[in-house]
């Protein structure tokens, strides 16, 4: 239910950085007590939910779900679908994105995961994942822009209670937790629907009572906001919301009507002033309306609580102690419990020989980290057009299409870095720009760093920057995606330079 809502971020956000699937498939949890509901007996709609996709009250696209029993090869198993249209202005650019994605499983009470299917077209190029499910292992077959990938995953231990966990945990007034395998980054997802509790909420003149439910992904990189169902007795999904950004029930008529949504427009942050792009350098701002669950310290950024729901937000922006090339890392090493930031993903393909070919080209026998990566980050911003909307999912396509906008900027750059040996992961965040209407605003964005050694090191390809500034705020990093629920919350009521 989270990737109906969550769908938005296919315009909005940079694809997230990946991790390996657990080494070994997770324990299957214990079944419900026999008296309990479960996923075959629970209420559910007969025929499949429209819901209209909302960004700050306008609407820029539509979703189709449903979850049934079928026969497939004369056995019965359990069908999870679900369609998403995303249309909207994103620059000068129309650009529309549409995903399908089906999952099958064991038709029983922790029925095992079987097979999937997704399916990518629109902006961001054609792709399609197919995967067969034993019981130890799923083999991945992924088609898309000429090219075909075949790769291993661990079985992620994912059932077919998770296929309807709100509702299950709604029906049971209880907690339900296990693992969703997030099918475009082939990485197993732990998860929990937690029932929160009743209510009634208006309906066609009447008051109808309602289950309120949280779902959340919580592993070490999860949710740091909850998605919140609404659910009717009789299985309805009514609502889903993560932050500004909901999905809410409708008929399938109403669900296709859209508005015209400018997204590079509609999130910016405006300010009162331009601000200053220089490095070294160190900006504080002050900022209403970031819940503390983002006020993540880190070397780079501090946060003080200001009062009222407001936050003071320390950047720096220095030059990085591996500048001096006797203290950068060597490439093609990764600190112990960060192997991840080396490897290639469906999305991050490194290991394509284009991709490897470039980066080899690119950085030579450049033996440091941050050495290499200033050349990576030089040679990016050279090579892509600036395009905002022509976007690619996967480094490869980007790299042959020519173009893009930060997103694009980031996922070649990670790619070339990992084929590089330097460890690499995606930011995105909010950074200062002023275009054609004359606005200082933080615009979203995203960039990537690299880790020399201990030392994370910001830099933007976009931009042609070798040090980010101190006009980039990072609100997420690696799997961390609800950034979106952010849209229309944030305020900069002032921003000061550090001496």
């Known amino acids: 239910m989270r990737k109906l809502a969550a769908g938005l971020c296919l315009a909005l956000l940079v694809p997230a950085t990946p991790h390996a699937a ?3 498939p997770p324990k299957t949890k214990k079944a419900a007590p026999a008296s309990a509901p479960t996923v075959l007996t629970i209420a559910r709609p007969p025929t499949p939910e429209w819901f209209g996709l909302y960004v700050l009250g306008q609407k820029a696209g539509w979703s189709k779900a449903s979850i049934r029993k079928e026969k497939r090869d004369g056995k019965a198993v359990l069908v999870g679908r679900a369609e998403t249209s995303i249309s909207a202005q994103v620059g000068p650019r129309s650009v529309t994105r549409s995903t399908y994605d089906e999952k099958v499983y064991e038709a029983k009470p922790g029925g095992r995961l079987v097979s999937f299917h997704a399916r990518r077209t629109g902006d961001g190029g054609e792709r399609e994942l197919v995967g067969r499910c034993g019981a130890k292992e799923c083999v991945v077959v992924i088609t898309g822009e000429g090219q075909r990938q075949e790769r291993r995953i661990p079985h992620p231990g994912e059932t077919a209670d998770d296929a309807d966990a709100p509702r299950l945990a709604a029906a049971r007034r209880g907690l339900v937790t296990g693992w969703q395998l997030e099918v475009d980054r082939l990485r197993a997802k732990r998860m929990e629907a937690k029932f929160l509790s009743r209510e ?15 779902e959340r992904d919580v592993g070490p990189e999860g949710d740091r906001l909850a998605t919140r169902v609404t659910i009717a007795d009789d299985g309805r999904v009514l609502e889903i919301r993560i932050g500004d950004v909901v999905a809410k029930a409708e008929t399938e008529a109403t669900a296709h009507r859209l508005d015209k949504v400018d997204l590079f427009g509609l999130t910016r942050v405006k300010l009162s002033k331009p601000l200053p792009q220089d490095v070294p350098a160190t900006l504080q701002y002050r900022i209403k309306g970031l819940p503390e669950a983002f006020r993540t310290d880190d070397p780079r950024q501090h946060y003080e609580a200001a009062g009222q729901g407001e936050a003071l937000v320390t950047v720096k922006a220095a030059i990085p102690a591996s500048a001096d090339p006797t203290r950068d890392a060597p490439r093609g090493r990764a600190p112990e ?22 980066a080899a080209e690119i950085v030579g026998d450049t033996p440091g980290v941050y050495a290499a990566s200033r050349r990576i980050a030089n040679a990016v911003f050279g090579r892509l057009e600036k395009a905002y909307g022509a976007s690619r999912d996967r480094a490869s396509d980007v790299l042959a299409l020519g173009k893009g906008d930060c997103t694009e900027h980031t996922l070649l750059f990670t790619a070339l870095a990992r084929a590089s040996g330097i460890p690499a992961r995606q930011v995105h965040g909010l950074v200062f720009a002023r275009y054609d209407d004359g606005v200082p605003a933080l615009y979203w964005h995203a960039w990537p760093e690299v880790l020399s050694g201990q030392e994370w090191i910001a830099l933007d390809p976009t931009f042609g920057q070798e040090v980010a500034d101190a006009t980039h705020i990072a609100l997420g990093r690696g799997t961390q995606v609800d950034t979106v629920s952010l849209l229309g919350a944030l305020q900069v009521l002032d921003v000061t330079r550090v001496q």
């Open 200 to 214: 009634k909420v208006a309906a066609a003149g009447v008051e109808v009572p309602v289950s309120i439910v949280e």
């Open 337 to 358: 419990g960060q192997q991840a930031l080396l490897a290639a993903t469906p999305e991050i393909d490194s290991d394509s020989p284009a991709i490897r070919k470039l």
């Open 22 to 24: 657990p080494a070994q």
